[in-house]
């Protein structure tokens, strides 16, 4: 997964760049808003989407859910549904490592 919390800096991101950001494709974006209710990204008169740092911290948190953990849909929207806070501080968690990792091996590179 190539989204990292320095790239949220835009107020809202199309559909496009969005599946860029994750490597995959829009129409598992479109499902996954149709399947989970946290994802409601905002649509404008032509029905495009736009999708705010919100709605890609939560698909980040679906995303990895998915196909890192290996839930279900179902699994992964009951979880959802009953831990969101914990799962928001995990993945701020997460968030903090891989930026700490990125870090280091920066630093090891320049050794």
Known sequence: MALNDDDISKMYYSMGEVSAMFGVKQSLLRFYENEFNVLQ???NKKGNRY???EDLENFKIIFHLINDKGY???????HLKHNMGDTRDNQRVINSLESMKKFLLEVRDQL
Request: no cysteine.
């Open 51 to 53: 999708f705010t740092p």
């Open 72 to 78: 279900t849909i179902q699994g992964a929207k009951d």
């Open 41 to 43: 990204p905002k649509k």
